[in-house]
T-cell receptor
Framework: NAGVMQNPRHLVRRRGQEARLRCSPMKGHSHVYWYRQLPEEGLKFMVYLQKENIIDESGMPKERFSAEFPKEGPSILRIQQVVRGDSAAYFC????????????FGSGTRLTVV | AQRVTQPEKLLSVFKGAPVELKCNYSYSGSPELFWYVQYSRQRLQLLLRHISRESIKGFTADLNKGETSFHLKKPFAQEEDSAMYYCALIQGAQKLVFGQGTRLTINP
């Protein structure tokens, strides 16, 4: 089992471009979570998805950010028209049945906006 | 609002000395708490969870509801314990609320 796979590991975008971050959950895991870690801060919840459904997006910024977890393929976190403040580490996690026993995290994608 | 506070951003101890990483929380009800660890250049890993009362790599954590704390302890630190440690609690049904983390350095 390869674990939670995130790619790319590092992503550099110019202001105004789009960033697409991918997350493949562990085999057998149907719950996916995205977290953001700004410099000098802890991880902050963004969104929780199950296949083809957004369950909780209360941590997502209202504009420019979207997430999906299609029936086939990885979960995608999409940031449109990136700004410098979007520079952060974005972590994906998955679980088979919810958070009670903790998640399994990916290695993260470090987004740098220049 | 639920909150997790790790008051120490940095903690440095000598090898063989006891270690205590502090975690305080604010939560109405019975919290479910975790400790995660991130070793250099590795992903965040679950270290232990309050509900299972386990001891992993010599670390233990006891929930103290009176003091709203969940401090992580190890009696004898080892150099390989150097890492970033995060305390977290479950919020609602599916979210984790994380503290800011403590960077632990074990000096030889």
């Amino acid at each position: 089992n390869a674990g939670v796979m995130q790619n790319p590991r590092h992503l550099v975008r110019r202001r105004g471009q789009e960033a697409r971050l991918r997350c493949s959950p562990m085999k057998g895991h149907s719950h996916v979570y995205w977290y953001r870690q700004l410099p000098e801060e802890g991880l902050k919840f963004m969104v929780y998805l199950q296949k083809e459904n957004i369950i909780d997006e209360s941590g997502m910024p209202k504009e420019r950010f979207s997430a999906e977890f299609p029936k086939e393929g990885p979960s995608i976190l999409r940031i449109q028209q990136v700004v410098r403040g979007d520079s952060a580490a974005y972590f994906c996690a998955s679980s088979p049945n919810g958070v009670e026993y903790g998640y399994t995290f990916g290695s993260g994608t470090r987004l740098t906006v220049v | 609002a639920q909150r997790v506070t790790q008051p120490e951003k940095l903690l440095s101890v000598f090898k063989g000395a006891p270690v205590e990483l502090k975690c305080n929380y604010s939560y109405s009800g019975s919290p479910e708490l975790f400790w995660y660890v991130q070793y250099s250049r590795q992903r965040l890993q679950l270290l232990l969870r309050h509900i299972s009362r386990e001891s992993i790599k010599g670390f233990t954590a006891d929930l103290n509801k009176g003091e709203t704390s969940f401090h992580l302890k190890k009696p004898f630190a080892q150099e390989e314990d150097s890492a970033m440690y995060y305390c977290a609690l479950i919020q609602g049904a599916q979210k984790l609320v994380f503290g800011q983390g403590t960077r632990l350095t074990i000096n030889p």
